[in-house]
Structures are given as C-alpha cells and as structure tokens.
T-cell receptor, first 112, second 115 residues
Framework: SQKIEQNSEALNIQEGKTATLTCNYTNYSPAYLQWYRQDPGRGPVFLLLIRENEKEKRKERLKVTFDTTLKQSLFHITASQPADSATYLC???????????FGTGTRLKVLA | KAGVTQTPRYLIKTRGQQVTLSCSPI?????VSWYQQTPGQGLQFLFEYFSETQRNKGNFPGRFSGRQFSNSRSEMNVSTLELGDSALYLCASSAGQGEEYSPLHFGNGTRLTVT
C-alpha cells in the first residue's frame, strides 16, 4: 500500500539555523508534492508545490527539492525563527485520483 | 475573501448517535474534500466532491457519507458513532476545475468527541 514517512516526529533546532525535513514515499508515483504547515488547533496551510519534473522550488526562506528516483522530498527553512515552530506535512497526489495522501508530519521547534 | 468555514467547531456525541458536519468553501471553489485527522493515523482522506459529484472516496465504512450542494457547500454525516470516530474533521476547498495541482485550503476543522 502507499506509504509516506516523514523523518521524525519532532525536530528541535536553534534559531538562525537551517531546518531540513524529509518526506519519503513508497508504492506511489506522485505527479505533485506539496508541503503544508499546521499550527495547534488549526487546519493545514499550503506552503509550496513542486511537480515531478521539477528538481527544486524556492519561496522566500523556504526551499523544496523533489527526487523521484530516491522517492524523496526535502523541505528546508533557512534562518529559522521561533515563529516557524509548527507541524509540517507533506502531501502527494496524482491526476485523476482527486485525493491527497498526507505524511504524518514533523513537529518542528525552533529554540530562541 | 473569506476562508473555508466549518461548523460546528466542537461536538460531543454519544456512541450510537449520528452527526452532521458542515463546510462552506472559499467563494468560487467548486472542489471540496474531507479528511479525518487523528494522532495515530494523521490525515486520512474521506471523500472529494466537485459540482455535486463525488469523484473519490477513501477507505472508510459506509457510516461515513457526504454530499455537496449546488452552491458548493458540503456536509458530511457519520451514523452510529463509535469511540474511534473521535477526531478532527477537516474540510478543504480548491480552485479552478479541480486541477490536481491546485493547493488545498483548509478550514480549522470540527473536533468531534464520542463518549
């Protein structure tokens, strides 16, 4: 069955450092991969989308890479801030399925 | 533009009862999806609607059902509630013709507790 794993349940880093989150998937060939941020008690918020034919996408301090050979996406937050503390989710989908498969998320805590 | 609105925000029900949750998508969005979020399983897909048609359904029992109205508003219903149905139910809408690459816009969910 399709499975998505995110590298760890929780990740603590010091303010100013780069946070790197991992999303690995098996038994699936996504056309699109998205990253979302979720704060406690709130719904996920879309951050970035990357297509299967793209290697890298950037938006301000965020960078996403997508390696379809390794079946892996890396999500980087540079110059991290305490306000970046949240749970980050990756989500995959393919045309015609009309559904997203979500990873279980990584809880990031940026320490001041 | 107003975001996705879900009502009610919290619900407490007893086993065996049924419940209806409501979702109003962002104006102009015609695709509405529902997800169940639990600590152990993460976000699990329930179903997706576009222009009142269900295009996909997740692996949930028939007690879970949904519908979409002509104004794109959606409801989901859970009958004969079980303790394991306690979860955060999230509704999401997306723009356009339901293109696969359209990001999901989530509401803040309905927290359902079954006792």
């Amino acid at each position: 069955s399709q499975k998505i794993e995110q590298n760890s349940e929780a990740l603590n880093i010091q303010e100013g450092k780069t946070a790197t989150l991992t999303c690995n998937y098996t038994n699936y060939s996504p056309a699109y991969l998205q990253w979302y941020r979720q704060d406690p008690g709130r719904g996920p918020v879309f951050l970035l989308l990357i297509r299967e034919n793209e290697k890298e996408k950037r938006k301000e301090r965020l960078k996403v890479t997508f390696d379809t050979t390794l079946k892996q996406s890396l999500f980087h937050i540079t110059a991290s801030q305490p306000a970046d503390s949240a749970t980050y989710l990756c989500a995959l989908n393919r045309p015609g399925t009309y559904k997203y498969i979500f990873g279980t998320g990584t809880r990031l805590k940026v320490l001041a | 533009k107003a975001g996705v609105t879900q009502t009610p925000r919290y619900l407490i029900k007893t086993r065996g009862q049924q419940v209806t949750l409501s979702c109003s998508p962002i104006s102009g969005h015609r695709s509405v999806s529902w997800y169940q979020q639990t600590p152990g399983q993460g976000l699990q897909f329930l179903f997706e609607y576009f222009s009142e048609t269900q295009r996909n359904k997740g692996n949930f029992p028939g007690r879970f059902s949904g519908r979409q109205f002509s104004n794109s508003r959606s409801e989901m219903n859970v009958s004969t509630l079980e303790l394991g149905d306690s979860a955060l139910y999230l509704c999401a809408s997306s723009a356009g013709q339901g293109e696969e690459y359209s990001p999901l816009h989530f509401g803040n969910g309905t927290r359902l507790t079954v006792t």
